[in-house]
């Protein structure tokens, strides 16, 4: 089963509102990575949390871990039609140490202008 | 340098036909890995390949799917006897992961239509 579960799956939202979506994850970690795919294209990496941060800033992007509650948030602020996306989270997989990543179902969001 | 580069970019092919989709990860890069996304769904992993180490197969779905890795470089992912039911986009990523916390860089993959 998959590692990481986003929610919600889907959000539409009005241009220059924030967007937050969330991802849950199963095991224990030494990292989680937010992915963008625009569609029809490869995935883009956003922004890497190891397990000793709590929270870490790019740009409008703005992510929060809590490794006792096994999630992350990512919060686009001063949305963009340009932020129209699927958003993914990632995480290593259960064999520890293989760097086997797995990504949750994703979050679709919509910006409109 | 280049980015993951995925050929071909479209693929149709008729079902039972055996199919080949190439990936070249960027220069340096010792682990690749090949996903599977269906339309609208999530990632699927398929296997992982690191240096020189078995790969790990656990994701591949059935024996028809088979892939290689030549000189640590250029993958090759096989579908034999394709099936509807394969008709996915697949993309292949790479990292350095000589460092704990490596981010994937990912081709724009291969979307395979099997009629």
């Known amino acids: 089963s998959q590692q990481g579960e986003e929610d919600p799956q889907a959000l539409s939202i009005q241009e220059g509102e924030n967007a937050t979506m969330n991802c849950s994850y199963k095991?224990?970690?030494?990292?989680l990575q937010w992915y963008r795919q625009n569609s029809g294209r490869g995935l883009v990496h956003l922004i890497l949390i190891r397990s000793n941060e709590r929270e870490k800033h790019s740009g409008r992007l703005r992510v929060t871990l809590d490794t006792s509650k096994k999630s992350s948030s990512l919060l686009i602020t001063a949305s963009r039609a340009a932020d129209t996306a699927s958003y993914f989270c990632a995480t290593p997989g259960a064999l520890s140490g293989t760097y086997k990543y797995i990504f949750g179902t994703g979050t679709r969001l919509k910006v409109l202008a | 340098g280049a980015g993951v580069s995925q050929s071909p970019s479209n693929k149709v092919t008729e079902k039972g036909k055996d199919v080949e989709l190439r990936c070249d990860p960027i220069?340096?890069?010792?682990?690749l890995y090949w996903y599977r996304q269906s339309l609208g769904q999530g990632l699927e992993f398929l296997i992982y390949f690191q240096g020189n180490s078995a790969p790990d197969k656990s994701g591949l779905p059935s024996d028809r799917f088979s892939a290689e890795r030549t000189g640590g470089s250029v993958s090759t992912l096989t579908i034999q006897r394709t099936q509807q039911e394969d008709s996915a986009v697949y993309l292949c990523?790479?990292?350095?992961?000589?460092?704990?916390?490596?981010?994937?860089?990912f081709g724009n993959g291969t979307r395979l239509t099997v009629t």
């Open positions: 990523a790479s990292s350095q992961n000589r460092a704990p916390n490596s981010p994937l860089h």
């Open positions: 095991t224990s970690i030494n990292n």
């Open positions: 220069s340096g890069h010792t682990a």
